[in-house]
């Protein structure tokens, strides 16, 4: 029989737990908030803390080590670790267990600000590695090999990478001849699969973690049914230092960990392991499904995988023919009772199940009645786009270490041009920064800030009125 250790021992203890003299403060559910009593009652006492027979995420020896076996036996790497702050502290402790201070890493330019503000806590300096573009979907691939040995040949001494894939979009490259360079001269290869986690899955994508990643770092609670903040970090390879790994862990995560999270996270692996052969099939036939109907509805269209990269079959992105942004677009389906993951000035993101879709007929009546709607708005036109390719490398303007003793001081966008910004300028979601902490800010950036804000985006690290804080350098 399939087992999820740490769920089972959590369900023993709360029928023997009669009286709690320990965190937390709810006491098994018996002291709460009266109005919402009816909401978290079920969960309350399985929300508990490091008491016997339950374990330790920091030093585990019983149901949580078990649990985690088993996880690393499901996707056949050589260890894995439950997270309970998400994939960010996971990019964090890759990178702070990986470099030195100083250390020369790559990094895929279109990487999540969790890997910038890991490269800020571990010193190092990134050189970027800005990727292709699919000109028709308006957003950023994945990064050429040719790049790479460009960006090696001109920076000495390369300690590794850290790529993102699949991308937000769903859009994965195989990094394999990427990953056989990086070690061919003595580099470790990262790769933030924040949005992989079923990959490996029949008729799946494959991970990184068997195209040559030594680490790799997933959301679980994006596609499996885990609780929000629940992932997972894979390691393969005898590159990675597991002592130093471990500290970095207790580095960046609670010193409390959640065990409704990790639960969760043992239950998302055994739910994997419970999928069935049909079951995927039908998934992926549910998915093909809604692609094509989409795809089939007067002014929408589905985007592609452009050459030399596979699309995630859970990841839809929707396009309009039409003379309004995809936040715009978002706005309609929204008001519809449909929420989607995301939008940018083009697109909107549908991120589907990894399971039955619900109410499949009302959805699609759904879908038609915004498609039908779309009418009454202009057509755009439409240029012959392809593939562009980006062969740009690009470093800081500052080192880490010279920002540490700067001043800060606001600075409308606007008038930033030749600044060097003091925090990143992220449109969230999709989390991807515009501006990174220490580069150069351009009319490309002001620009392309002015676009997205004016067609419905929301930034974080800028106010309302277009402040941002930049170095007061001379």
């Not at 990019?91 to 990986?98: F, Q, T, V, Y």
């Not at 890991?118 to 300096?125: D, S």
């Not at 010279?402 to 606007?414: C, D, F, N, T, Y």
Request: charged share 25%; with cysteine.
């Amino acid at each position: 029989m399939k087992q999820a250790p740490l769920y089972e021992a959590l369900i023993n203890h709360s029928r023997t737990n009669k009286w709690s003299f320990h965190v937390p403060g709810h006491k098994n559910g018996y002291i709460f908030e009266e109005r919402a009593r009816v909401h978290f009652q079920s969960v309350l006492p399985l929300d508990v803390t490091e008491l016997s027979g339950l374990d330790d995420l920091h030093q585990p020896e019983g149901v949580i080590l078990e649990s985690q076996q088993l996880l690393a036996d499901h996707y056949r790497v050589k260890q894995s670790f439950f997270l309970v702050n998400g994939s960010t502290c996971g990019n964090h402790a890759m990178i702070l267990s990986s470099f030195n201070d100083d250390d020369i890493v790559l990094v895929q330019r279109n990487c999540h600000k969790s890997v910038l503000n890991g490269l800020e806590l571990a010193g190092v300096t990134p050189v970027f590695l800005h990727t292709e573009m699919d000109e028709e979907g308006g957003y950023p691939l994945g990064v050429d090999l040719y790049t790479i040995k460009q960006a090696v040949e001109n920076h000495s001494n390369v300690k590794g990478i850290i790529l993102t894939n699949p991308t937000y979009y769903g859009m994965q490259q195989d990094i394999q001849a990427i990953a056989d360079f990086i070690h061919s001269i003595g580099g470790v290869v990262l790769v933030d699969e924040a949005h992989g986690a079923h990959f490996g899955l029949k008729d799946m994508p494959i991970s990184s973690i068997h195209k040559g990643a030594d680490m790799v770092v997933q959301s679980a609670h994006k596609t499996l049914p885990a609780l929000t903040m629940g992932a997972y970090l894979h390691v393969n390879s005898e590159r990675v230092d597991i002592h130093r790994l471990k500290h970095a862990l207790q580095l960046v995560q609670s010193s409390s960990p959640s065990y409704l999270i990790m639960a969760s996270l043992d239950l998302s692996r055994l739910y994997l392991e419970n999928l069935g052969n049909d079951e995927i099939d039908r998934i992926l036939s549910q998915c093909e499904d809604m692609r094509k109907y989409i795809d089939s509805l007067p002014h929408l269209t589905v985007m592609k995988a452009p050459d030399r990269y596979e699309i995630d079959p859970l990841k839809i992105t929707v396009q309009s023919d039409r003379e309004l942004s995809g936040y715009e677009l978002q706005e309609l389906f929204e008001k519809e009772g449909l929420f989607t993951e995301l939008a940018d000035d083009r697109n909107v993101l549908f991120v589907l199940p990894l399971g039955p879709l619900n109410d499949t007929k009302d959805l699609k009546k759904v879908l038609k009645k915004v498609a039908e709607q779309l009418t009454c708005y202009n057509e755009r036109q439409r240029t012959a786009q392809s593939l562009t390719h980006v062969l740009q490398v690009s470093r800081l303007s500052l080192s880490y270490r010279e920002m540490r003793g700067l001043q800060a001081k606001p600075q409308s966008m606007m008038d930033s041009e030749g600044k060097i910004a003091a925090e990143a300028v992220i449109p969230y979601p999709p989390g991807i920064p515009l501006v990174a902490k220490g580069e150069q800010i351009t009319s490309k950036h002001i620009d392309e800030y002015s676009s997205l804000k004016k067609k419905g985006a929301r930034f974080q690290g800028i106010t309302e009125d277009h402040l941002i804080y930049v170095f007061d350098h001379r």
